[in-house]
């Protein structure tokens, strides 16, 4: 399957005591996008590791037209029946509950919405916005949406455009008149275009942004983009040719918006109001930052990996277009589907279907995923026909998804106010394709490969990790593996042999092994993202 989200699971875990660029950003699973922030120990994604918690049975999938009273039921199937993505051969499997894993993964609330034949179906939600105060999460209850705000800005863009002379296609400085983007190598050959930023083509540097606490000055986008204080991150450069590969730039679209806002002369949070939530009824959303006082009434609190609340509480995002929009799972599917029904040409008074068609055409220079069009990274088959659309997103302390399958209309956006969160919306996602055919998740099932104890102590030890942190890794044996500490970032962590000197965790997490000269101990631990720890 190709696609929407982009990474394995073990870039996933998020670790609040150590900062990698806390930001608004991707990482790559299977094909689909998958979008993560805040202290991630990119090696680990390893999970913290609670007592054994009692299983539960596996609900049966239900028709597809339910009733009303089988709608309720179907929300109710996502609490329960959850299990890590990774299940064992043979093994049977530890079905859990939606509270079992949110308190596993120190997620305090969750909420979600199911669209089918691209009309809202149902919203299901979970915990508390807020632990101190103990209110509850509802389907109003607004999270910052993190990455999924770029495709509602190129949503503003591309109505704005179709409206409006705007070329998509010439290099923004001849659209920008408050500040120029620098000459690169292929000035004057290779354009950095609006089609350019919007699909990640456009060779531009700046993964993500990690926002600014309370308290802290917020940056202007000049500042930002120019990597000047009080900005946190590097100026916004060119170093790869632009339109040659697909390299996720949240300062790309960062350019954008700023181009957007000087064409326009017009801030970005009143043409969005304007050009897209007044017109689909997404009455919950705003690009505001701070958030608005209409939203504030019924926000989410963010919280980081070990559950206490994010310093500075929810952070002030300068680049709005990338990571600034606050929504609520319901609106983030009325504008998938507003996209959905203009593609079809069942319904364009909103944009039209060539503009909708624009949008879901792949721009990247192969269908090779991941592959993007303006805004929407876009799951396609072998034959590159889109099978459906969307993006994650991830902002201190929030996590989200949103897709929506082309032909039926169906889909689902998930919103979670714990830094861990991708991993619980990860879980859901397969619950859905297992119990409603929704989707493109699946768990993965693995065999373990017999190993000696013998064999296995080559292995055992203590090893000494010093990039990105300084910590210490102690593996102690098990019966076809062992358990993996690495305080305070990872916890009682059990991995189980594949074979060739490779273990696996449930949570998709990995290590390997690099023996000395002579073989008989293994002298280097590798992780997933090639972090390297040497035997003591």
């Known amino acids: ?70 709608e309720s039921k179907e929300a109710n199937l996502l609490k329960t ?73 190129a949503s503003v863009l591309m ?3 179709q409206d409006n002379p705007i070329d998509l296609d010439t290099d923004v400085n001849n659209l920008l008149t408050s500040w120029q983007l620098p000459e690169h190598e292929w000035t004057g050959q290779e354009v950095v275009s609006l089609r350019r930023l919007l699909s990640h083509t456009a060779g531009t540097t700046v993964h993500g942004f990690p926002g600014y606490a309370a308290g802290e000055p917020v940056p202007t986008l000049q500042q930002v983009l120019e990597g000047v204080e009080p900005a946190n991150t590097s100026a916004v450069v060119v170093d790869l040719q ?39 009824g997404m009455t919950r959303s705003g690009f505001e930052q701070p958030i608005s006082a209409d939203l504030s009434n019924n926000m989410a609190t963010p919280y980081d990996g ?38 079809l040409g069942q319904k364009t008074d909103w944009i039209s279907q060539a503009t909708a068609r624009e949008m879901l055409t792949n721009n990247t220079p192969t269908n090779e995923a991941p592959n993007v069009g303006i805004g929407f990274f876009i799951n396609m088959d072998d034959n590159g026909e889109i099978l459906g659309f969307g993006h994650g997103g991830a902002d201190a302390g929030f996590m989200s998804q949103l897709y929506l399958e082309l032909d039926t209309g169906n889909g689902y956006a998930i919103m979670t106010n714990g830094n861990n969160g991708m991993q619980l919306i990860s879980e859901l ?5 297992e119990a409603l ?10 065999k373990l490969v017999p190993i000696s104890q013998k064999e296995l102590g080559k292995y055992i030890g203590t090893y000494v990790v010093t990039t990105p942190v300084n910590v210490d890794v102690v593996l102690e044996k098990t019966s076809n593996g062992f ?35 002579e073989g008989v101990l293994a002298k280097t631990l590798v992780m997933d993202g090639n972090i390297r720890g040497v035997r003591e």
């Open 81 to 153: 029946g959850l299990t890590e993505r990774i299940r064992i051969e043979g093994q049977e499997i530890d079905y859990q509950s939606l509270e079992q894993r949110q308190a596993h993964y120190d997620v305090p609330g969750v909420s979600v919405a199911f669209m089918r034949n691209g009309q809202l179906a149902w919203t299901m939600q979970s915990g508390v916005k807020d632990v101190t105060t103990e209110l509850v999460v509802d389907e109003n209850t607004v999270f910052q949406a993190g990455s999924i705000s770029k495709p509602a800005f």
């Open 483 to 517: 358990v993996l500490n690495a305080l305070p970032y990872v916890e009682n962590e059990e991995y189980f042999h594949e074979g060739s000197g490779r273990f696996f965790a449930k949570n998709g997490s990995s290590v390997r092994f690099e023996d000395d000269a």
């Open 437 to 446: 055919d929704v989707g493109y998740s699946e768990a993965e099932v693995k």
């Open 1 to 70: 399957m190709v696609g929407i989200r982009i990474g394995t699971a073990i870039e996933i875990r998020i670790i609040d005591r150590i900062i990698l660029g806390t930001y608004s950003g991707t990482f790559t699973r299977n094909g689909i996008l998958i979008m993560t922030t805040n202290k991630i120990f990119a090696s680990f994604a390893l999970l913290l590791c609670f007592a054994s918690l009692l299983g539960c049975a596996e609900p049966e999938a239900l028709p597809a037209s339910p009733s009303p009273a089988e």
């Open 242 to 280: 632009p339109g040659t590969q697909m390299r996720y730039s949240g300062g790309g679209t960062t350019l954008a918006q700023l181009t957007l806002q000087d064409v326009a002369n017009e801030p970005l949070p009143v043409m969005s109001q304007r050009l897209l939530f007044t017109p689909l």
């Open 306 to 343: 070990d559950g206490a609340p994010v310093e500075g509480g929810a952070h002030t995002y300068a680049t709005l277009a990338a990571a600034g929009m606050w929504s609520t799972p319901s609106d983030m599917l009325k504008m998938a589907s507003g996209v959905r029904s203009a593609y």
């Open 429 to 433: 996602e397969i619950r859905l394709k």
């Open 159 to 161: 109505k704005y455009r």
